[in-house]
């Protein structure tokens, strides 16, 4: 495991695993409120969304925007590990969320 972080804002636990070059993201929620406790309500557990790293999040989502494709996330936030990350909306992936994650220093 490469360690647990909490992501105040978007109020979930993360607890990273490392295999080679792929990481396994596993998120528990924080509080009551949070978009991944609605999503276990919702759906019972399992996969909440596959996460592709870009080197340039900006520009990632400017191309996105200019071919129509719908985004939860307009402009980047932050994640864990400090990283830049967007969401692609799930009705433009064929029901499957999408999160982009800038490329860079852990």
């Known amino acids: ?6 992501v105040v804002d978007q109020k979930v636990s993360t607890a990273f695993i490392q295999i080679n070059d792929i990481n396994i993201e596993l998120l528990t929620p924080t509080d ?7 999503f ?3 759906r019972g557990k399992g996969i909440h969304h596959i996460a592709l790293e870009v080197e340039d999040l900006e520009k990632a989502l400017e191309e996105l925007h200019n071919h129509g494709v719908k985004l939860i996330d307009n402009k980047p ?3 864990a590990h400090n990283k830049k990350i967007a969401f692609i909306h ?3 992936t064929g029901g499957v969320l999408i999160e982009l994650c ?3 220093p852990e």
Do not use: F, N, V
């Not at 495991?1 to 909490?6: K, N, P, R, S, V």
């Not at 009551?32 to 609605?38: E, F, G, K, V």
């Open 102 to 104: 800038e490329s860079g």
């Open 90 to 92: 799930p009705s433009a």
């Open 32 to 38: 009551p409120d949070s978009p991944i406790q609605h």
């Open 40 to 42: 276990l309500a919702k």
């Open 1 to 6: 495991m490469t360690g647990i972080e909490e």
């Open 77 to 79: 936030r932050i994640g």
